[in-house]
């Protein structure tokens, strides 16, 4: 049974900090690739950072500079540390899971197999 279990959201003022955990379990992780999205009221849902199987990231451009991803293979947890947080940054946040072989755009979200919860971060200005 896959699972991927997000915590660490939370209600935040601007110029604050978040540590997002995603802990996954269930199948081979070195075969999935992770991702984390965010979709907030009335939007769609959009990539924030992909984490492919050898640790290599990509980031969305709204996050570059802020956001870090990260993952412990002996845990299986990927991590998101969030910090100089705005307003803009308020949404559900969900982990992610696709195939290292599904192929496009790491921020297609419907090339995931697997998907958390979310956690909810509120940013307060």
């Known amino acids: 049974q896959v699972q991927l279990v997000e915590s660490g959201g939370g209600a935040v003022q601007a110029g604050g900090s978040l540590r997002l955990s995603c802990a996954a379990s269930?199948?081979?992780?070195?075969?999935?690739?992770m991702a984390w999205f965010r979709q907030a009221p009335g939007k769609e849902r959009e990539g924030v950072v992909s984490i492919d199987t050898d640790g290599s990231t990509s980031y969305a451009d709204s996050v570059k500079g802020r956001f870090t991803a990260s993952k412990d293979n002996a845990e299986n947890t990927l991590y998101l540390q969030m910090n100089s947080l705005s307003p803009e940054d308020t949404a559900m946040y969900y982990c992610?899971?696709?195939?290292?072989?599904?192929?496009?755009?790491?921020?297609?979200?419907?090339?995931?197999?697997?998907w958390g919860q979310g956690t909810q971060v509120t940013v307060s200005s």
């Open positions: 269930g199948y081979d992780t070195g075969r999935y690739c």
């Open positions: 992610a899971a696709r195939w290292v072989g599904s192929g496009g755009t790491w921020f297609d979200s419907s090339k995931y197999n697997y």
